[in-house]
């Protein structure tokens, strides 16, 4: 992938380095996705943040195809969580943007998805940061004119691994 990348530095006391990139196509959000969903091991958590338009599916989508997943992996925003099987693991993609209380996600299941034994993908994560494991990996696109600027941030040792790969 021909991709910029660097390492951030933050002061003491704050969160530690975080792993840089620049995609600069739709093209290259998928490949990133497909990485991911290549490396990824049974509980990954995946945060996804990012305005409209970001490429928070765009991503999801790579990470169905680095799972092998025989589904169409589309934007879950009307059903919430979406369920694909078939692949190297299940694959759990979720989409806190319509939600308007945590209680809601009990009711969902996210529970079990989250202690499940494949792979969550949750885009607008940061809606309910407090639902979500505090070991996971976060990923947040932004638009940057000419493409999108990534920003990788394994928050615990279970997923420094998939912020390693992706930083390659």
């Known amino acids: 992938m021909d991709s910029r990348r660097r390492r951030i530095g933050v002061a003491k006391g704050h969160r530690p380095p975080m792993t840089h990139l620049f995609l600069d196509s739709e093209a ?29 599916t765009v991503f999801s989508r790579g990470v169905g195809a680095g799972l092998q997943v025989q589904t169409r992996v589309s934007s879950p925003t009307f059903i919430i969580v979406q369920t694909h099987e078939g692949g190297r693991l299940p694959f759990w993609h979720a989409d806190f943007y319509r939600l308007g209380v945590a209680d809601e996600l009990e009711q969902l299941g996210l529970d079990e998805v989250l202690e499940g034994p494949g792979v969550t993908v949750v885009e607008w994560a940061n809606r309910f940061w407090d639902a979500l494991p505090s070991d996971r990996l976060e990923i947040t696109l932004t638009d940057a004119g000419s493409g999108r600027d990534v920003q990788v941030h394994a928050t615990g040792p279970r997923h420094a691994h998939l912020e390693a790969a992706l930083g390659r």
């Open 28 to 56: 290259m959000t998928h490949a990133l996705g497909v990485r991911l969903g290549r490396a990824a091991t049974p509980g990954t958590v995946v945060a996804l943040v990012g305005d409209l338009g970001a490429g928070k």
